[in-house]
């Protein structure tokens, strides 16, 4: 039984290392082991409190398995000892269960005080819309026009490994939310299709989004920095490939970025319109047209237009796209519902919808030869 | 405790004159011989554990670094989703049926299960159900994509064709546990040896009573929640489409008031095996047995009341938030109490430890990590950061593998000399529990880091920092693979009954009936019941 000695011992200091191993990294910044303390009030009290109960965790621990081990030890039969013939004994009996009893409740005030906090969204400062789709994210600030998709900017050529891995490789988006610091910003979380769930870690909020319906979330954040998430709830093919990041800039520069992404929106109104106006060469717009396909549909038409058999019907060759061209434009502006084809009339501009249109038309054999103009998607969106 | 009969042994020399074993596959087909069912059940189990496990090892595969490089996305979700469904239902679940087969009787004194015929179907419908399953997989489109825990809409609006041969393979897998959970309860309350009151039942017994009442109040649930799904993907229902008066998060209450019992159903049968061995292998009356009885009532009574806790991050009112925090701690107060009642069994006991008795004191010492792991779970604050995450991964796999599925190999070595006759290959044994106790934890045990430091669960590609443990993770999941095919090789040879014959009692600790007929335990026991003094 020797191995088994040498069992006991590894496994007890597997368990009194443990904490200090990982407390020690902790205070190294390494946050690779444990969870991380955050940038909030309420995600440091988080984590005081899950440190608290992994401590009471390891404690019973050490103390069961401690009495346990003992009892492997002394009590074998192959050191000649003889069986004791008791059980049962009101008194232990009692004890353990009364002791853990007050041990919870113990454990159970500071939980309810800090989730009492955590569930308190009165009072805001400012609130963002957080809509979740299948996969990505869109943001609106509630006081302004400003409202935004945030898709991953990971290139698919890093995931399919032709490409070296980048340093945020899956937690980097094209547009990043961003907050101030030090004011209560409300999160409004809602879904346009199946649930997702809106998770930073470094404000302790995990929210899901629910179609249908609209749940609440605050944070207040204390130090500028960008700040890096996952989607946390199963939600098809790319659940893997919808991060969140939100970038915490000091109240003055958060303005100064809002007043931009008001005039960037002015400015691309102005841009809309003059394309509007104008008609565009087929190589224009298939070369745009490309861009947009792989960046909107690609994630489920896949990139040859064939989608998968059974769960993303084929863009090559269908019947829709080869001969009937307005059903074509009201199903990319409009979606179909009861199915994953969202609505791109608000995710897409005019123009961009024209050129995607073209090259579905034009690409992989889809020999239509067919050009969409931005004033004819134009006219078929106001005509309704 | 059932102890001494003496009306046994004219068993042996009945079965001469008035039975004869049917042989070949008619014998497996039309069987209704409780021992023969065991078998069966137990044999569908290892297959089905072993094809989930492959699942496992294609998911492990993938995860073995960043980057997609075997599978795409919608397989890998695929394999989660069948993966779990045939470990919970197709592994652990028929395992202990098959257990209950084979022992209750024997462990009561009665000569077979009360409802032979109906033993035979609800084993019988079991491998068309995953047959079903397994084939959906080969369809346009795929099989099920929408984790075991199908979450409405993406089980429902946003799902594949194959949903309609899940549904059904769902709805037969829940008639052939409610079968199975009738003639558990039917044959206990009725055909105990005279002598055997309640609290003198084996605790085996006793745990799979309370299961069987489980499975009759939480599978109908589960059947209603299919069909819900199954009328709103094809029948224009919205039970979970807010756009027609229904409510997704409404899915969630449904399947988790069935989710949390079930999650029981697969841990107190475990509870009765390990309240064997551990006295068996120490020498010493189990320490506490009425207080282990009431512990496991209380468990299942507090299961109906726990489910939402899985459910925390939905957006329900503060004030549920709170009731189902408090409820899941109290939990812990009677799963504590057993776990101190097996401690307290060993101490001063006079310990061996052969192979079932190492499976079980591993289940005790790893069982409470992922019980512990629970409590921090239980904590509905904290509960955000982990939900959803590799730390609620390393803790269910911490109660269902090296918990349920460790118990369930703790019994097949407990009661395998007494099944087939012979001793089991000690050496293979060993291997066999070392490999996967090493094994297991390397798995398993660094799921708890990588779901701390914030990688989701059910996703095929992840940041680079999580890479360092994936490929560990991914190494130990191989590792405990392979092990399983000792397991294998062990069971084949017991089963061609290679190896030293055993006596009745098989070990020198064991009490109870089944210890006091012959081994192998001949085709039909206990005709005449014996008497309880």
Known sequence: ?384 | MSTATDTLHHDEHDEHHHHHIPKGIKRWLFTTNHKDIGTLYLWFSFIMFLTGGAMAMIIRAELFQPGLQIVDPNFFNQMTTVHGLIMVFGAVMPAFTGLANWLIPMMIGAPDMALPRMNNWSFWILPFAFLILLSSLFMEGGGPAFGWTFYAPLSTTYSSDSTALFVFSVHIMGISSIMGAINVIVTIWNMRAPGMTWMKMPMFVWTWLITAFLLIAVMPVLAGVVTMVLTDKYFGTSFFNAAGGGDPVMFQHIFWFFGHPEVYIMILPAFGIISHIIPTFARKPLFGYASMVYATASIALLSFIVWAHHMFTTGMPVAAEMFFMFATMLISVPTGVKVFNWVATMWRGSMTFEVPMLFAIAFVVLFTIGGLSGLMLAITPVDFQYHDTYFVVAHFHYVLVTGAIFSIMAAAYYWLPKWTGVMYDNTLAKWHFWASLVSVNVLFFPMHFVGLAGMPRRIPDYALQFADFNKWISIGGFAFGLSQLIFLALLIKACRKKGEPASAQVWEGAEGLEWEIPSPAPYHTFETPPIIK
């Open chain 1, 1 to 384: 039984m020797n191995l088994l000695t040498k069992m006991f011992v590894t496994i007890v200091t597997m368990f009194i290392t443990l904490p200090t191993l990982a407390q020690s990294l902790e205070s190294e910044g390494r946050s690779d082991l444990n969870l991380r303390s955050g940038v909030t009030d309420i995600s440091s009290q988080v984590y005081d409190l899950h440190m608290l109960m992994f401590m009471v965790c390891v404690g019973i621990a050490v103390v069961v398995f401690g009495v346990m081990f003992i009892s492997m030890f002394l009590h074998r039969k192959s050191r000649g000892a003889k069986p004791a013939n008791f059980h049962e004994s009101v008194k232990v009996e009692i004890a353990w269960t009364v002791v853990p009893f007050i041990i919870l409740i113990l454990m159970a005030f500071p939980a309810a005080k800090t989730l009492i906090a955590m569930e308190d969204t009165s009072e805001a400062d400012m609130t963002v819309l957080v809509t979740g789709s299948q996969w990505k994210w869109h943001y609106k600030y509630m006081d302004s026009d400003v409202e935004f998709y945030s898709t991953l900017a990971t290139q698919q050529e890093q995931i399919r490994n032709k490409f070296a891995k980048s340093e945020n490789y899956l937690l980097e988006v094209d547009r990043p939310l961003v907050i101030p610091t030090g004011q209560k910003v409300r999160f409004l979380i809602t879904s346009d299709d199946v649930i997702h769930s809106w998770w930073v870690p470094d404000f302790a909020i995990k929210k899901d989004a629910n179609p249908g319906f609209i749940n609440e979330a605050w944070t207040n954040v204390n130090e500028p920095g960008v700040y890096r998430g996952q989607c946390a709830e199963l939600c098809g093919k790319d659940h893997g490939f919808m991060p969140i990041v939100v970038i915490a800039k000091t109240p003055q520069e958060y303005e100064k970025w809002k007043a931009e992404k008001i005039a960037a929106i002015e400015t691309a109104k102005a841009e809309e319109d003059r394309l509007l106006a104008m008609n565009m060469s087929m190589d224009d717009l298939m070369t745009s047209g490309q861009k947009v396909y792989l960046a909107k549909c690609a994630a489920c038409h896949m990139p040859n237009g064939e989608g998968l058999p059974g769960v993303f019907p084929s863009i090559k060759g269908s019947n829709l796209v080869l001969n009937d061209r307005t059903g074509h434009i009201d199903i990319l502006l409009n979606g179909r519902t009861g199915t994953a084809m969202q609505a791109f009339a608000k995710q897409l501009t005019l123009s961009e919808i024209a050129a995607v249109i073209t090259y579905q038309r034009n690409a992989w054999g889809n020999n239509t030869g067919d050009i969409v103009q931005a004033s004819e998607v134009h006219t078929y969106a106001n005509g309704k």
